[in-house]
């Protein structure tokens, strides 16, 4: 709690140091400011986006991580302390509007288009279409189990499902909407028992045959790490966060060419590609800037 707490009122520090978009940079440009939440996919994507401008434009971007989550980085983006982020399509099903406003979907094109339209209109903001990777809740099993049972999607789980232990965080078995009484209803079964725990904890469990299952968010490195088979949502039952970069509109037009380079990057990278990258930076111990740029290079973006 100390170490969050710190990581906090360094964010708000540094807002406070920050300009925004109005401060020129080395080269004759200005300098823009990025927002990045505590985890991992928001930090790399922050570097791509840096790197990429740096390249292309007289521009600078200064970057702020450890934002707590999404709502402090809108919070900060309509107080124009930030330009760019990274957001989820799911975030409009969290209590930003009214009921009437907003309509709950499982489908992907549905969700992302009002949170383009909503989040645009509430914030004065651009939001992108999808960068091509979504982190969001998921089903995975040890992938030497999948593969002798020929399992690929949830609906295949079913048939297993009565004699498997599922390791989740505490907040799945309680959640409404997608949590798993809705997920029994989805896939017409029930698991022999599901166990309420710490994220670490569950991936120990599976990894030391403690667990048959657990509820992973799609780009855990932990899928990789402990060759995990992350399941076909084949019902779409859980809610889509697809990752897009966002960016306030009095910045894209007063610059537009910022505004071509966020759209290049839109289908960008998969979520398997995201996986690897979060892989690098949380198992391998590099750095998101390293791992950005070397992911650039392959995809001839960056010399």
């Not at 300098?31 to 922050?46: F, H, N, R, V």
């Amino acid at each position: 709690m100390r170490k969050m707490l710190f990581a906090s009122l360094f964010a708000v520090l540094m807002l406070a140091l920050a300009g925004c978009g109005d401060s020129e940079s080395a080269d004759g440009g200005t300098t823009l400011e990025y927002g990045a939440q505590s985890y991992t996919d928001p930090k790399i994507m922050s570097q791509i986006v840096k790197l990429l401008v740096e390249d292309q434009t007289d521009h600078e971007v200064n970057i702020t991580e450890d934002i707590q989550a999404s709502p402090q980085i809108m919070a900060a983006l309509d107080r124009e302390e930030f330009d760019i982020a990274t957001l989820y399509s799911g975030e409009v099903y969290n209590n930003h509007f009214d009921e009437d406003e907003v309509e709950y979907s499982t489908d992907p094109q549905q969700t992302i288009e009002q949170a383009q339209e909503l989040f645009g209109a509430e914030y004065d903001m651009k939001w992108y279409d999808s960068i091509g990777f979504s982190n969001q809740y998921g089903i995975a099993v040890q992938g030497d189990f999948a593969e002798e049972n020929n399992i690929t999607t949830m609906t295949d789980l079913g048939e297993y499902a009565d004699e498997l232990i599922v390791g989740t965080d505490s907040s799945w078995i309680e959640r409404e909407n997608d949590g798993y009484t809705g997920y029994q209803e989805a896939y017409g079964y029930s698991f022999e028992d599901v166990r309420g725990m710490e994220v670490s904890l569950m991936y120990e469990g599976i990894n030391n045959d403690e667990l048959d299952v657990v509820t992973a968010y799609t780009v855990d490195p932990q899928i990789l790490e402990y060759d995990l088979k992350l399941l076909e949502d084949d019902e779409n039952f859980f809610p889509p966060y697809d990752a897009s970069l966002v960016a306030r509109n009095e910045i894209i037009e007063e610059y537009p060419e910022v505004s071509d380079i966020l759209d290049s990057i839109v289908g960008l990278i998969s979520t398997e590609e995201m996986t690897q990258l979060i892989h690098e930076v949380d198992i391998n111990r590099r750095t998101p800037e390293e791992v950005a740029a070397e992911f650039l290079e392959e995809k001839g973006m960056l010399e």
